[in-house]
């Protein structure tokens, strides 16, 4: 789980990168907050103070972020084809549509095939600040493929079987069916604690509050942006 949670940070980074291109600008009002392309808007982001009390960003930190979200997605919204391709750059020897789309639909929270300024930034807050639950919460929804609010084995299978496509031949060890299956039984041998074939989140919760490695990995998100 430790090197998943690992996995997890730097998907935090590369969003960080995609949409933060913008970080060294000097911003000297909320003016430019507000200036997504008439032409082609879609969508128009809550207001600074709005941003500031869900999240824990400063209205500094918000503005910085969402000059790289409009730099990238001058419609105010990203689909899941332009996020899988800004997402895809990051890895060119490997596969990594499949792993990008589990990330994009942990972000799309009302299903509807865009992710707004609003629900990106928001996720990252819970990524990069929020308390260990939240973070917990986040990393479950993830392994929720179908919003069940259980995590069965075929869930954990494809997840692993996307970071693989992704890493390509980065992956380390090389995996197969075999390493694959192992490695979810591992898996559901320590998070399934009443044993019923499925990981429900205050299962999820408990065995990664009780483990050393989990909790010291979570802590690699915590970050100034």
């Not at 997402?87 to 549509?97: E, K, R, T, V």
Request: aromatic share 12%.
């Amino acid at each position: 789980m430790g090197s998943v949670l690992v996995l997890l940070h730097a998907t935090f980074v590369r969003l960080r990168q995609i949409f933060h291109r913008a970080r060294k600008e000097i911003i000297s009002d909320d003016g430019d907050y507000d200036e997504f392309d008439v032409q082609v808007v879609h969508y128009k982001p809550s207001n600074l103070d709005e941003l500031c009390l869900v999240t824990k960003f400063s209205r500094e930190e918000i503005k910085l972020i969402y000059r790289g979200f409009k730099q990238e997605c001058p419609a105010g919204v990203v689909d899941e084809e332009r996020f899988k391709e800004l997402y895809s750059q990051f890895y060119p020897l490997g596969d990594a549509g499949t792993y990008a789309g589990y990330i994009f639909a942990t972000f799309d929270q009302d299903e509807d095939g865009h992710v707004t300024f609003d629900q990106f930034i928001t996720g990252m807050s819970v990524l990069s600040r929020g308390t260990m639950p939240q973070k917990l919460r986040w990393v479950f929804n993830l392994y929720d493929l179908n919003g069940s609010g259980r995590i069965s084995k075929s869930n954990l299978r494809d997840i692993i079987l996307s970071v693989n496509q992704m890493l390509g031949s980065h992956a380390k060890p090389p995996t197969d069916d075999l390493s694959t299956k192992e490695h979810v039984e591992r898996m559901f041998q320590k998070f399934d604690l009443d044993k019923n074939g499925e990981i429900s989140f205050s299962e999820f919760l408990l065995a990664c509050e009780s483990d050393a490695e989990i909790c010291r990995s979570m802590g690699i998100f915590n970050t100034v942006l």
